[in-house]
């Protein structure tokens, strides 16, 4: 596994006057976890940035806060929803010998024979696995291979991911990660479109009269039968 390293220093600045830091590149930052002292911390945005797309939240990081060397994971990150900026970032200390639960995102590789000859769409259902594993074991992402999704319906379950004995997955085994779907074309939804048509003329031309929309049919009037009354019969 790769080893990740980002440094940090001490902040004593809180509320509105975090954004002078946010305006020298600067972003606040809280360290916390089980059994430790929560500490409030700045580091540099440039730096976060590049370790977190290699991280994620399941890749570990040593967090250097002065002399002082904590394990940690990402577990927030807050964005600014207009400007896409980082406003602040909460860590997670982890214990190196305790296990921890962690979602890991899904990362397809190959390419589908299935999608290739366009016999159908890959549909990914599931985007991340949850697991269960030591955070020095935590993957940073789940390869999931579909070289051998060769027909329509074909897909990946939990249960077929090939992972590491050291991870214990919690996601159920029979989920469906990717699938390929049916392929939908703009051809085939104008022939559905037409079969329909001429369906409904069919019926039209049988007699079938299907009834207005928000009214109930009416049903077929029946011809009263004329009454016939016996003849009488006279008295010779």
Do not use: C, W
Not at 46 to 63: M, R, S
Not at 76 to 103: G, M, N, W, Y
Not at 122 to 144: G, Y
């Amino acid at each position: 596994m790769k080893k990740h390293t980002l440094a940090a220093t001490p902040r004593t600045l809180v509320g509105r006057k975090v954004k002078n830091l946010r305006k020298e590149g600067q972003i606040p930052a809280t360290v916390y976890g089980k059994g430790v002292k929560s500490a409030s911390i700045t580091l540099s945005g440039d730096a976060f940035v590049k370790v977190y797309k290699e991280t994620g939240e399941t890749g570990l990081i040593e967090l250097h806060i002065d002399k002082d060397l904590r394990p940690v994971l990402v577990h927030t990150v807050q964005i600014d929803p207009v400007s896409h900026a980082t406003l602040h970032i909460e860590f997670h200390q982890v214990d190196l010998k305790e296990k921890v639960h962690a979602k890991v995102p899904v990362e397809i590789v190959g390419e589908s024979p299935a999608i290739a000859q366009k016999l159908g769409v890959l549909l990914t259902v599931l985007n991340d696995i949850e697991v269960e594993a030591l955070p020095t074991h935590l993957p940073e992402k789940i390869e999931v291979d579909v070289t051998m999704l060769t027909q329509v319906d074909e897909e990946v379950k939990v249960g077929q991911l090939k992972l590491s004995s050291d991870i214990t997955v919690l996601t159920d085994s029979g989920l469906t990660v990717v699938k390929v779907g049916h392929l939908v074309t703009k051809e085939a939804e104008a022939q559905a479109a037409a079969e329909a048509a001429a369906a409904a003329e069919a019926a039209v031309a049988a007699g079938a009269e299907a009834p207005v929309e928000g009214q109930e049919a009416k049903p077929t009037e029946e011809k009263a039968t004329p009454e016939v009354k016996p003849t009488e019969e006279k008295n010779p």
